[in-house]
C-alpha cells in the first residue's frame, strides 16, 4: 500500500500564489503515476494534473497557471499554483497509482478569495 499525505493548503487572494505537496510512504517502489483531483463544493471530483515518468498532463483550465513537478529522492509530487482565481477553490486531493489502483491522500483545503 502506497499512504499519500498532502499539505501547502491555505487562503490566498486572487492572483496569488500557493504549494501545494503531496508526501507518499509505504510501497512507494511501486509508484507509478501520480497526480491531484480538486472538488469544489456542491461538484463532482475533477481531475487537474498528472505526471508519469516525468511526462506531465493538466486539466486546460489551469494550464500555463499550474505546474506539477515529483522529487523522486523525497518521494513527493508537488502542485505549484500561480495567479489563483476563485474557480479554483476546492479541496485538493494527491493519488497516487500502483499497478492500476489508485491510493489517496486526506485532501488539503485551497480557498481563493479576497
Known amino acids: 500500500q502506497v499512504h499519500p499525505v498532502e499539505s501547502g493548503g491555505g487562503l490566498v487572494q486572487p492572483g496569488g500564489s500557493l504549494r501545494l505537496s503531496c508526501a507518499a510512504s509505504?510501497?512507494?517502489?511501486?509508484?507509478?503515476?501520480m497526480g491531484w483531483y480538486r472538488q469544489a463544493p456542491g461538484k463532482e471530483r475533477e481531475w487537474v494534473a498528472s505526471i508519469n515518468s516525468g511526462s506531465t498532463s493538466y486539466t486546460s483550465s489551469v494550464k500555463g497557471r499550474f505546474t506539477i513537478s515529483r522529487d523522486n529522492a523525497k518521494n513527493t509530487v508537488y502542485l505549484q499554483m500561480n495567479n489563483l482565481k476563485p474557480e479554483d477553490t476546492a479541496v485538493y486531493y494527491c493519488y497516487a497509482i500502483v499497478t492500476d489502483q489508485p491510493y489517496w491522500g486526506q485532501g488539503t483545503q485551497v480557498t481563493v478569495s479576497s
Open positions: 509505504g510501497s512507494i517502489f511501486s509508484i507509478s503515476a
